[in-house]
């Protein structure tokens, strides 16, 4: 059973959510609220195994939300809500906590499959947000930072230009699920080295 | 004595000169320089008997000269004060005052005044003792007469140098000028000093000891003085010839010359003449083993000498009445007159050191006052080149100052002016790009949602909801959606390099291809160049190869579809499929489609290709120039 939490502000997409996860039985509902503020507390008390949560929130956004409970739940998998792929706060979210995002316009079917491919560790990768990754891990080269490794730069580098997951799998001659698998880790190493990035722009400032 | 004697002739001879240079020149004057004029002959005719009523004159006359600033004036009266002060021994005055003549005498841009005073200065020299300093003041007043061509102030100077070399016993360049004085003289009118240059040259002889040579000389001195009538010339010449015929041992010729001096020296009358009168008929006969005659004139010139205490006179006839003795068998005497003699000698030789020790004095006195006025001269001449510096630096600091405000106010304007243009510019860019956008969400969003509000409408008039309708629904809001993300992506500043496009375009192109079951083929080019392509050029040219490939995918039924990107000089985008090519009589001529496709060509410049076959199916390849893209 898989233990969901839903923050999103416009309610005919939160009720078709709520309404799509309660179809499904091996998806639990945990709550479903329209915004960051009422949600922070019950994240923190329910540490659901997924949090599904949109960008644009009135108030409190989504990203600063992750940021915020990220650490008191160490068993979530943040997924984040949004209309457009190419928006700049995607990339934002992912770097703050969020290890995958879904698209509004995504078929319902489609997001179950989603859900379930989180939980069991795959992340989505456009190639937007491939080269920015890219980016922030060439910038950010410093020792105590965690590298990335050769397989996850050669997947970054194919993302990047353009290659469906399919499409990276087959040029490396790996499955789509390690693919995902990498994609993962690749967010795991993001969030820690931008934490050891905030944590550095604090205590650094002696 | 005789050194003593045409010494103050010739300077007497110079004070002389100049009084009648001025007052005939000058008397055409107003009455205050007839003033001084006149206050100064009152003195010259005082001068013979006292010198402090000269002084009182001459001094009255300076005063009234500085007063009116007649700088001529003010330079005589200077030039005879100097000449008292001379006689009284006041030489440290009168180096001042002549120093003070020289720049003063230099405003007046007269070589001849200039001369004057520098040859006062030098003539002061002389009594200084200071015979280098005074060679020096005279060669540089004989440089402005010869500028000036005067003969008789140069036969002067001549004059004055032959009298002052020997001091430093140069008698061969004293000769050389006495002979240029006497040669300017004997042409000249001033007999005086024709007669004073003549004395010079013998006495310059008889230094070195030519007394043959000097005696032609004096005897011709002796003649030009009497036709002129010169008492105190006669008395000096005559006394002069006496004692060479003593030096040459002609003593017999000496009583008739002693006659004719004594004679000379009566007619001047002084005190001090009787006394050399006296004694040069007492030498006379004494050297004429005439004792008892020559005791007798000795005991008469003695008895002039004290009435005026003339010491060196006294000593001479003590030694001369001690010789006589002696020759008169008189030891007592004798040896009581050497005695007379040795103590006048000792007070002489007393007085000069005295004399020589405030000399010194007075020469170190006006020697550091000298130095004075140089250092004051050279700090204010340091001063004055200083503040010059000062000037010139504060003035190019001010001319800097200024050149680079006006070169600061014009860039800022040049800035501001460029600033104003690109500001400009940016709004007008923006102001059409906000055009452009809102024209693509307008044709792309707004249609599709007016679409799905048309369907909504149908729906909710017609009972009973159709499958197809709402599909419809779906489909026009997941397109507008579509197009919304593509103009987001178009818009974004980070997005407008060459490599980002092509690899948008392969990945939305490889998504739609897939999507749709067909393999896609495309590898992205693996040295793209650095260009910018602006969002209209990246918008363009996305759309243009999305709607190839969708073509591709909706009609051609092929099972391959790739795309493929050259970059040259342009970027050239090639989609071919493997189906069956479409039939160009199908497509409507102004098809919206096509329509769309050339514009969106000729906005970008570029041009198309389209190769349609029924066997290889269709490849649309189109070139977008990239010059002046590049970075």
């Not at chain 1, 992750?66 to 650490?71: A, F, S, T």
């Not at chain 2, 460029?418 to 709004?427: A, T």
């Amino acid at each position: 059973m898989i233990t969901i939490c839903i923050i999103e502000d416009l309610p005919e997409i939160r009720g078709s959510l709520e309404q799509l996860i309660n179809n499904q039985d091996n998806l639990k509902l945990l709550f479903a609220v329209d915004n960051a503020e009422e949600g922070i507390p019950l994240l923190q008390e329910n540490n659901p195994d997924i949090a599904i949560i949109d960008i644009n929130l009135p108030g409190i956004n989504g990203i600063d939300c992750i940021r915020k409970v990220k650490d008191n739940c160490p068993n979530t998998q943040f997924m984040i809500f949004t209309i457009y792929e190419n928006d700049e706060k995607v990339f934002d979210a992912l770097a703050a906590g969020a290890s995958g995002y879904m698209l509004k316009k995504t078929p319902s079917d489609k997001m179950i499959e989603a859900i379930i491919d989180l939980n069991n560790g795959g992340s989505p990768m456009s190639g937007q947000i491939a080269r920015k990754v890219i980016n922030f891990f060439n910038e950010k080269k410093k020792p105590t930072h965690e590298a990335l490794t050769k397989k996850e730069n050669e997947i970054l580098l194919l993302l990047s230009k353009g290659f469906l997951y399919k499409e990276v799998a087959h040029k490396l001659g790996i499955t789509i699920g390690t693919v995902t698998q990498h994609i993962h880790n690749i967010y795991e190493k993001l969030h820690v080295n931008n934490k050891t990035e905030a944590i550095n722009l604090v205590y650094g400032k002696k | 004595m005789v050194k003593n004697k045409w010494f103050f002739l010739l300077i007497f001879g110079i004070c002389y000169a100049q009084n009648n240079k001025i007052i005939n020149s000058e008397s055409s004057l107003k009455n205050d320089s007839l003033k001084i004029k006149s206050l100064l002959k009152i003195g010259q005719k005082f001068e013979e008997k006292s010198n402090d009523s000269a002084l009182y004159y001459y001094l009255k006359a300076n005063n009234l000269a500085k007063n009116t600033r007649w700088i001529e004036g003010e330079l005589s009266s200077i030039s005879n004060i100097t000449a008292i002060y001379n006689i009284e021994g006041q030489y440290n005055k009168s180096l001042q005052l002549n120093l003070y003549s020289v720049a003063l005498a230099k405003k007046t841009n007269d070589y001849l005044w200039i001369g004057r005073c520098l040859a006062n200065v030098g003539t002061t020299y002389i009594y200084l003792n200071n015979y280098q300093k005074a060679i020096e003041y005279n060669l540089k007043a004989l440089k402005l007469f010869e500028k000036s061509n005067n003969k008789d102030f140069l036969a002067r100077m001549y004059a004055n140098l032959a009298i002052i070399y020997p001091r430093i016993e140069q008698y061969q360049k004293a000769l050389l000028y006495i002979d240029k004085a006497i040669l300017l003289n004997e042409k000249g009118f001033a007999t005086d000093n024709y007669i004073a240059s003549l004395n010079t040259k013998a006495n310059i002889l008889c230094y070195l000891k030519k007394y043959n040579e000097a005696m032609p000389l004096y005897l011709k001195g002796l003649e030009t003085a009497k036709k002129q009538g010169d008492k105190y010339q006669l008395a000096v010449f005559s006394n002069n010839i006496l004692d060479t015929y003593k030096l040459l041992g002609k003593y017999s010729k000496m009583i008739s010359v002693a006659q004719n001096h004594f004679n000379y020296c009566k007619d001047y009358g002084t005190n001090e003449m009787y006394s050399s009168g006296y004694k040069g008929l007492a030498e006379a006969y004494f050297y004429n083993k005439k004792n008892q005659e020559a005791q007798v004139f000795a005991d008469k010139s003695l008895h002039y000498a004290l009435k005026d205490t003339i010491l060196e006179e006294m000593k001479f006839i003590y030694e001369l009445k001690s010789k006589i003795s002696f020759s008169l068998g008189d030891l007592k005497n004798g040896n009581y007159f050497f005695d007379k003699a040795k103590s006048i000698d000792s007070q002489l030789v007393n007085d000069d050191i005295i004399k020589n020790t405030q000399e010194l004095e007075a020469k170190y006195e006006t020697e550091k006052k000298e130095l004075k006025i140089k250092n004051l001269t050279h700090e204010s001449e340091i001063q004055k080149y200083k503040s010059k510096q000062k000037l010139w630096i504060i003035f190019s600091l001010i001319i800097g100052i200024i050149g680079i405000t006006i070169f600061t106010y014009l860039q800022y304007k040049n800035y501001q002016n460029k600033k104003k243009f690109i500001l400009q510019e940016k709004q007008l860019a923006i102001a059409e790009e906000r055009i452009r956008i809102a024209n693509d969400m307008h044709d792309d969003v707004g249609a599709g949602l007016s679409r799905i509000r048309y369907i909504s409408t149908i729906l909710k008039n017609n009972e009973g909801i159709k499958n197809s309708e709402i599909e419809k629904i779906i489909s026009l809001s997941d397109e507008a959606v579509e197009k919304m993300n593509e103009i987001i992506w178009a818009l974004n500043q980070g997005n407008q390099k060459l490599d980002e496009l092509i690899y948008y375009i392969r990945s939305q192109c490889s998504e739609m291809v897939h999507n749709a079951s067909i393999e896609f083929i495309c590898e992205p080019p693996t040295n793209i160049p650095n260009v910018i392509f602006g969002w209209k050029e990246n918008r363009n040219t996305y759309l243009l190869a999305k709607e190839a490939v969708n073509n591709a995918i909706k009609h051609s039924k092929a099972t391959i579809i790739s795309i493929h990107f050259e970059i040259s000089n342009d970027l050239k985008i090639t989609i071919s499929d493997n189906g069956i090519g479409y039939n160009p009589e199908k497509i409507r001529k102004g098809s919206n489609g096509l329509k769309n496709f050339n514009k969106r060509i000729e906005t970008l410049e570029g041009s198309l290709n389209i190769t349609n076959s029924t066997d290889n199916g269709v490849t649309v390849s189109f070139t977008i120039p990239l010059h002046n893209k590049f970075r």
